[in-house]
Nanobody, 124 residues
Framework: QVQLVESGGGSVQAGGSLRLSCAAS????????MGWFRQAPGKEREGVAT????????YYADSVKGRFTISRDNAENTVYLQMNSLKPEDTAMYYC?????????????????WGQGTQVTVSS
């Protein structure tokens, strides 16, 4: 099965930036979309951004549009999430996920494989 490992989380002040990475291994040719999700304490996991592995199509949650950028390096089987202008409400555990189905989605149920998560904390 697909294995995903995130890195790059940490603590930053409001207005700062962080870059998350997610390395995929095993059966990576089966992945159609790679997504980033986040879950804050006491809240449901929500989709942040997703990118099609076959091209440049990207999709974002309204809450992060204009601040976050998802990108990929297929040769390295790695997807990135550049997060700028961070806000305290961006504080959450961030997860990388792989979608095998056609069509983009930011729904948790549409992704079959998940990483272990990386913590992002934004202080005011």
């Amino acid at each position: 099965q697909v294995q995903l490992v995130e890195s790059g989380g940490g603590s930053v002040q409001a207005g700062g930036s962080l870059r998350l990475s997610c390395a995929a291994s095993r059966y990576t040719t089966s992945i159609r979309y790679m997504g980033w999700f986040r879950q804050a304490p006491g809240k449901e996991r929500e989709g942040v951004a997703t990118i099609w592995t076959g091209g440049s199509n990207t999709y974002y949650a309204d809450s992060v549009k204009g601040r976050f950028t998802i990108s990929r390096d297929n040769a390295e089987n790695t997807v990135y999430l550049q997060m700028n202008s961070l806000k305290p409400e961006d504080t959450a555990m961030y997860y990388c996920a792989a979608r095998l189905l056609r069509g983009y989605s930011l729904n948790v149920g549409g992704y079959a494989y998940w990483g272990q998560g990386t913590q992002v904390t934004v202080s005011s």
